[in-house]
């Protein structure tokens, strides 16, 4: 098995097989690979031998239509790359240009976009652990999660008039203005919530079956982690305690009072936990910030048409997924040369191989659900 | 995207908040490599210009209005005949403990530093950037390969702009390694130093067509396998693309 | 002739009413199920077809009754048409040993509990001729894991069972409802390790969560039922459901009491009649239910819930009504109310199966088979030993019934908690192993 070691999941031909050795195609269609994702798996008996990633269904050449469009016109296509937390992908587009452009946007624009992109934090942790416990057979959770997305979703849907793909944030700034009760909204929202955290904990975290599903599977150890470029909450349940909020803030992220969650096995259970914890750290920034938005403009003063001077900037944030980074590269005109959008699912996604190799096959549909992709990310 | 010539020297408004330096040279892009030593006495080595020159028909993307695009012939001469255009206040030469270092071990190879909006760039020459790269992962601890992508200029000599963007967990640092290569020249890999660099090389492959040395399974990832062309290229022209596809599959003149 | 008509003639009414109201009462559970699922997960379930999706059933029947028929290239046609009929047949069948009441059953056998198990084992041919005739390599594999899943609980279940026979002496269903009453006391309360396990065991015999894994993920395709749709389809999900009402009726018979009144020993008699007090509990129930619905019926938003709910507190009165009237006669009150407690226990094991399935994630198939060799077997014939241990105590030596009972618990619950423990220890090392490769 020496020429699959260390190759983030080669080719798995036939031609390569030994003589108890299947291959199983999780074919793009598949309720459970969350979106269009093939992988082939080369099996010896139950135990899985090698993955290969077959992606791209879902390419739609984000980066070569930024550089036929202008900054701000190039903005709503970023939401559609993980479209499950778009708001997260504004904020970095946004600052990366920002930081281009030498300028920031004012205080209380930070401190609104903290708060959004923390809400969104929560409903993309939400549809992943709803999703992930029906792949492992918990048929209820699902549903309460999403009553509880629907309220923050509600919440967009006021701010910004949609609720998925949402554009919310504007280079500079924001466009809108906060509505009227949007203080009381997130504030009603954030103190229900930790019961419902406690609710869906009480039917995961201790659960026999739950846990024997999920410890001890998939282990990514933080050195595989870190030589695979993984970031996020599955860098986190590795044991290594980073968060881009509080290593090299943004937004207003300084500001606040917040905890980086860790573990140490890097098992699915970890990683679980991980992000149950990142939920409950999200709404208490958002409780902080919500207390005390300052006053003042909401967007910078940099005027329409917008020509940043030469140059090139790498900006990332912390999305949900882990690092979402914007390498852009300006020639002094109004659309960018370049865009580079560094996707955390797809980097995050080549740890699958490591993750599922040597484990069961029936293991493989918790591993890819645990590593939280989206394929909108993955492919752009 | 149409550029403004430089001989015009008009400055390009940056727009900035707060009105910071003057304008930068007009349609500024990367400095190339073939300005030594001024570049590292001075911030204002004259930055020649990288055109792009779009193979008609042009994008429908609303432009503004700008002269029509010039030859890199033309330009690359203008550029060099150019006065030295005002300094760029983000752009800043880099001379710390890291760069020296790096230039005391590897000398002549590492070709420029400079910060970009604070950030940290070394611009290395390309049959090197393994040993270098695995000298920033072993000696400067740059641990984690954030990622790996390419930059098309087609004017330029050597038209590829390869980078790594690392980062240092012990630091909290990062930076980024350039290398410039020609088209059909190979870039090392750096597979074998960071894992995560497989199927990001293998991105810059599909999307560039840069060849990685080294690079244990270099094939598309994003694209069909059947492929032809490289999307990201400045010179990719997706109508022609269409047009041959719709008539090879469906028999008819596209109406694009 | 019509003297060796006669005794076949109340067994064959009843055949033909089982025959003919059980596949309504499974389509009937089955949205038992969807509703109950919905409340469990905060919506409403099936609402359109019919006053709150009562008419569901039907209009799912109808649809399969229509639906093309598929039959798979190269299938093996015979085999192919007979599996889903073998899976329904021995379901049917087996509620033939069944007391719904204290004459109210097709078949009083001597063996009836042998009757029941031999049948139902009988039933998992059925599934693994449909994956077999299905002519495909992953419908086979499912069809062989359920397999393998069913007869590893069926001993469990079977050791389980014991206990209770052990406690009533006779295999004969009827006789072991008897002896509960005559002994005073439902055998749960005598052995409740036993019941547990075959509430344990029942729920993989019936390929439910947390043990459906061949039938749910499979490893990416779906089980033995893949290449079956339509009516063929439909039998497999009724033999599924007719399973689980099967399983649900031999809890109640061995352990629940059966059609047994709660408190069946207590005489409380109403003073100045010879009806008893927790005799009224039947009627007043339904009264409260048709009381409920009234009182409900005028806050119904849409004219149609109105008389939706008027209607079902008019068919509450007269199953009150029909109660009420059965205390006055002694011929038939033991069994309406035998009936009616029967089916209250039955109900509440199934809606325990509902529950369980809502709220647990599933068993990973090798994990599944872990816990039916390793756990429950071995926990069941220690439980088996205890019963016997206890029973000993009891007659021989003069101890009391609970007594006894409760000191074998003890034990078997001391083994019970030994086995886990090593089962989690041997996990972690497999886990460790797995991933130190």
């Given amino acids: 098995m020496d020429e699959y070691s260390n190759r983030g999941g080669s080719s798995v031909s036939t031609t390569e097989l030994g003589a108890d050795e299947i291959i199983l195609n999780m074919g793009p269609q598949h309720p459970s690979t969350h979106g269009v994702l093939r992988v082939k798996l080369k099996l010896d008996g139950e135990r899985v031998a090698g993955t290969e990633c077959i992606i791209g269904y879902l390419h739609r050449g984000v980066e070569k239509i930024a550089e036929h469009r202008t900054y701000q016109q190039f903005a709503p296509y970023v939401d559609r790359m993980d479209y499950v937390a778009a708001v997260s992908n504004g904020l970095g587009y946004c600052e990366a240009v920002e930081k281009l452009l030498l300028t920031e946007a004012p205080p209380r624009a930070r401190v609104v976009r903290t708060i959004l992109t923390e809400l969104q934090r929560i409903?993309?942790?939400?549809?992943?652990?709803?999703?992930?416990?029906?792949?492992?057979?918990?048929?209820?959770?699902?549903?309460?999660?999403?009553?509880?997305?629907?309220?923050?979703?509600?919440?967009?849907?006021k701010y910004c008039g949609a609720r998925l793909t949402t554009h919310a944030f504007r280079i500079g700034g924001l466009q809108y203005e906060t509505y009227d009760g949007f203080e009381a909204d997130v504030k009603r929202f954030c103190a229900d919530f930790t019961h419902k955290i406690d609710e869906y904990e009480t039917l995961l975290t201790l659960n026999r079956i739950w846990v024997s599903r999920t410890k001890g599977v998939g282990i990514l150890t933080a050195e595989d982690a870190i030589a695979l470029g993984v970031t996020g909450p599955v860098l986190r349940a590795s044991g290594i305690k980073w968060d881009l909020r509080k290593a090299q803030p943004y937004a207003a992220y300084d500001k606040y009072d917040f905890e980086i969650p860790t573990r140490e096995h890097g098992d699915t259970y970890?990683?679980?936990?991980?992000?149950?914890?990142?939920m409950r750290q999200s709404q208490r920034i958002c409780m902080q910030a919500v207390e005390d938005i300052p006053v003042g403009a909401i967007m910078a003063r940099i005027g329409k048409v917008l020509k940043p001077p030469p140059g090139e900037v790498y900006h990332s944030i912390e999305a949900p997924k882990g690092e979402l980074g914007y390498y852009i590269v300006s020639d002094g005109t109004v659309q960018p040369y370049r865009v580079r959008v560094r996707p955390p699912s797809f980097i995050n996604l080549q740890a699958l191989d490591k993750m599922a190799r040597g484990g069961l096959v029936a293991d493989v549909v918790a591993i890819i659900g645990t590593i939280d992709i989206v394929l909108g990310e993955v492919d752009r | 995207?149409?550029?403004?010539?430089p001989e015009k020297?008009?400055?390009?408004?940056?727009?900035?908040?707060?009105?910071?330096?003057?304008?930068?040279?007009?349609?500024?892009?990367t400095p190339k490599p073939d300005v030594p030593t001024a570049a590292v006495a001075s911030p204002d080595a004259p930055k020649p210009v990288g055109e792009v020159e779009i193979s008609a028909p042009a994008p429908a993307a609303p432009k503004p209005a700008a002269p029509a695009p010039k030859t890199a012939a033309t330009?690359?001469?203008?550029?060099?005949?150019?006065?030295?255009?005002?300094?760029?206040?983000?752009?800043?030469?880099?001379?710390?403990?890291?760069?020296?270092?790096?230039?005391?071990?590897?000398?002549?190879?590492?070709?420029?530093?400079?910060?970009?909006?604070?950030?940290?760039?070394?611009?290395?020459?390309?049959?090197?950037?393994?040993?270098?790269?695995?000298?920033?992962?072993?000696?400067?601890?740059?641990?984690?390969?954030?990622?790996?992508?390419?930059?098309?200029w087609p004017k330029r000599e050597k038209r590829f702009d390869v980078i790594l963007n690392l980062y240092s967990f012990a630091k909290n640092e990062r930076l980024r390694l350039k290398t410039m290569v020609s088209e059909g020249e190979s870039a090392p890999s750096v597979c074998s130093i960071w894992a995560a660099a497989n199927w990001l090389e293998r991105e810059v492959w599909d999307m560039f067509g840069i060849d990685f040395e080294g690079h244990p399974d270099l094939r598309?990832?994003?694209?069909?396998?059947?492929?032809?062309?490289?999307?990201?290229?400045?010179?990719?022209d997706i109508l022609k693309q269409d047009t041959a596809w719709v008539q090879a599959n469906l028999g008819i003149e596209s109406g694009q | 002739m019509l003297e060796t008509v006669k005794p076949y003639l109340w067994p064959v009414l009843f055949g033909v009413i089982v025959v003919a109201v059980l596949p309504l009462l499974a389509g009937y559970v089955v949205l038992l199920e969807r509703k109950v699922m919905a409340d469990m997960q905060a919506r409403l379930g099936p609402m359109r077809v019919g006053p709150h999706g009562l008419l569901q059933p039907i209009a799912d029947a109808l649809k399969l009754l229509i639906k093309e028929d598929i039959v798979p290239l190269n299938a093996d046609r015979v085999i192919f048409w007979l599996a889903p009929v073998l899976s329904v047949t021995t379901a049917l069948v087996a509620y033939a040993a069944i007391p719904f009441g204290p004459g109210f059953q097709i078949a009083d056998m001597n063996i009836g509990l042998l009757f029941i198990l031999a049948v139902s084992s009988l039933g998992i041919y059925g599934i693994v001729l449909g994956g077999w005739s299905s002519n495909s390599n992953y419908s086979l594999m499912g069809a062989i894991r359920s397999v393998a899943q069913l007869v590893s609980y069926e001993t469990a279940a079977g050791l389980a069972l014991i206990s209770?026979?052990?406690?009533?002496?006779?295999?004969s269903l009827r006789a072991l409802v008897m002896a509960q009453q005559n002994q005073g006391v439902w055998f749960i309360f005598c052995v409740p390790i036993a019941f547990f396990i075959y509430l344990v065991a029942s729920i993989a015999e019936t390929n439910r969560a947390p043990f459906d894994f061949p039938e749910a993920e499979s490893e990416l395709v779906a089980g033995y039922m893949t290449e079956y749709s339509g009516f063929r389809w439909s039998l497999y999900f009724l033999a599924e459901y007719a399973n689980m009402i099967i399983v649900a009726s031999v809890a109640t018979t061995l352990f629940l009491g059966g059609w047994l009144r709660p408190l069946a020993s207590v005489h409380l008699q109403i003073p100045g009649t010879r009806m008893e007090i927790l005799d009224l509990i039947p009627p007043l129930f339904f009264l409260a239910l048709a009381g409920y619905c009234v009182l409900r019926a005028p806050r119904q938003p849409v004219a149609v819930q109105k008389v939706f709910m008027l209607l079902v507190a008019g068919f509450c009165l007269l199953l009150a009504a029909a109660l009420g009237w059965s205390l006055t006669s002694a011929e038939f009150l033991p069994a309406i109310h035998g009936a009616f407690w029967f089916l209250a226990k039955v109900f509440v094991y199934i809606y325990a199966f509902l529950w369980i399935r809502f709220t647990f994630p599933r068993y990973r198939f090798d994990q599944l088979m872990n816990l039916g060799w390793r756990?429950?077997?071995?926990?069941?014939?220690?439980?088996?030993?205890?019963?016997?241990?206890?029973?000993v105590l009891h007659s021989a030596r003069g101890w009391g019934l609970f007594p006894a009972f409760l000191l074998t618990t003890l034990a078997t619950l001391a083994v019970a908690g030994f086995l886990v423990n090593e089962g989690d220890k041997r996990l972690k090392v497999v886990a460790v192993g797995a991933n130190g490769e």
């Fill in chain 2, 220 to 236: 598309r990832i994003l694209l069909p396998d059947e492929w032809e062309g490289f999307p990201l290229r400045k010179d990719y």
């Fill in chain 2, 1 to 5: 995207m149409a550029e403004e010539v």
């Fill in chain 3, 375 to 391: 756990i429950l077997i071995p926990l069941a014939l220690t439980n088996l030993v205890g019963v016997g241990v206890a029973l």
């Fill in chain 2, 75 to 152: 330009a690359a001469a203008v550029a060099a005949k150019a006065a030295a255009p005002p300094p760029v206040a983000q752009q800043t030469v880099l001379d710390n403990e890291l760069v020296r270092r790096m230039k005391s071990q590897f000398g002549g190879t590492i070709q420029e530093a400079w910060l970009d909006r604070k950030q940290a760039i070394l611009v290395v020459a390309a049959p090197l950037l393994s040993e270098i790269a695995r000298c920033c992962r072993d000696d400067e601890q740059f641990d984690m390969l954030v990622d790996l992508t390419a930059v098309d």
């Fill in chain 3, 164 to 171: 209770a026979l052990m406690m009533g002496s006779s295999l």
């Fill in chain 1, 270 to 278: 970890d990683r679980y936990l991980v992000r149950m914890d990142e």
């Fill in chain 1, 123 to 157: 409903a993309s942790h939400l549809l992943w652990l709803g999703t992930h416990a029906l792949d492992i057979g918990a048929l209820t959770p699902v549903f309460y999660c999403f009553r509880e997305r629907e309220e923050i979703l509600k919440i967009f849907e």
């Fill in chain 2, 9 to 29: 020297d008009k400055p390009a408004a940056p727009l900035t908040e707060g009105g910071a330096a003057p304008s930068s040279a007009p349609g500024a892009a």
